[in-house]
C-alpha cells in the first residue's frame, strides 16, 4: 500500500476554508484544524486549553456497542491522555464532506487510525500478529457545537457499522513523531470569530 500524505489529511476543510469570507466560520474551521492536528501527533493538552475549548465539554459517541458519554473538562483530559498513552493517536481521513454554519461544523468521512495489534486483542478483536500495527477504517459522522468566541463545546461522534482491519506494512505506518514533524510548522493559530484573523493580546484579554 502507498504510505498516507498526512499533511493532506483534511482537504475537504481547506476547500470550505477557500469558500468563505465568513470570519466565524474560519474560526471554527481553523479550531478544527488545529485541534486535529494537536490530536493525532499526542499534544492533546493543547486542544482543551481555555482559548480552544469550553469550560465544561461533553462528549457522546454513538457505535454499535451502544452510547457513551464523556461530560466534564476531566473526563475528556483523560480521555485524550488515554489515546497517547495506548498509541493509537494517529488517524487519517478520506472522502471527506463538511459543512459549517454559525452553530459549529457536521462532517463525515471515512476514519483511518492505525492500532497496536496487541491493543485490538485487548478489545476482542482476533488479530494474526499482537506486535503489528493495523489500520482500522469506518465510515463516521461528527456534530461539533462551538460557544460565541468558536471555543468547541463538545464532541457527538457517530461511527458507522462498516469497520474493517487490516494488518500494515510497516513502510506505511505513520507515527506520532512524523505527524509533528509534518503537521506542527503549518498548524493555524486560533482565530476570533468576529475578525476571522488570530486573535491579538488585547482582543482575548477583553473577549
Not at 498516507?4 to 474560526?27: C, S
Not at 492500532?115 to 461528527?142: E, F, N
Not at 482491519?165 to 505513520?174: G, K, Q, T
Request: charged share 30%; aromatic share 10%.
Amino acid at each position: 500500500m502507498t504510505k498516507f500524505d498526512v499533511t493532506k489529511r483534511l482537504p475537504e476543510v481547506d476547500e470550505a476554508l477557500a469558500r468563505t469570507d465568513n470570519p466565524r466560520h474560519i474560526a471554527i474551521l481553523k479550531n478544527y484544524v488545529r485541534h486535529a492536528n494537536l490530536e493525532v501527533s499526542g499534544l492533546w493538552e493543547g486542544i482543551v486549553a481555555p482559548d480552544m475549548m469550553v469550560e465544561h465539554p461533553v462528549y457522546v459517541f454513538h457505535s454499535h456497542q451502544g452510547m457513551r458519554r464523556i461530560e466534564g473538562m476531566a473526563a475528556v483530559r483523560a480521555e485524550y491522555e488515554s489515546y497517547e498513552k495506548l498509541g493509537n493517536t494517529v488517524i487519517y481521513h478520506t472522502d471527506g464532506h463538511i459543512m459549517v454554519d454559525d452553530f459549529g461544523f457536521m462532517t463525515e468521512y471515512v476514519s483511518h487510525r492505525f492500532w497496536p495489534g496487541s491493543l485490538l486483542r485487548t478489545m476482542g478483536d482476533d488479530v494474526d500478529d499482537a506486535k503489528a500495527m493495523y489500520l482500522v477504517s469506518m465510515t463516521q459522522m461528527m456534530n461539533w457545537p462551538y460557544d460565541e468566541r468558536a471555543r468547541v463545546v463538545g464532541e457527538r461522534v457517530y461511527r458507522g457499522g462498516d469497520r474493517k482491519i487490516r494488518e500494515c506494512d510497516p513502510a506505511e505506518v505513520i507515527t506520532m513523531q512524523e505527524c509533528r514533524d509534518k503537521l506542527l510548522p503549518t498548524l493555524p493559530e486560533v482565530h476570533s470569530p468576529f475578525t476571522g484573523k488570530p486573535w491579538t493580546k488585547q482582543e482575548l484579554a477583553t473577549a
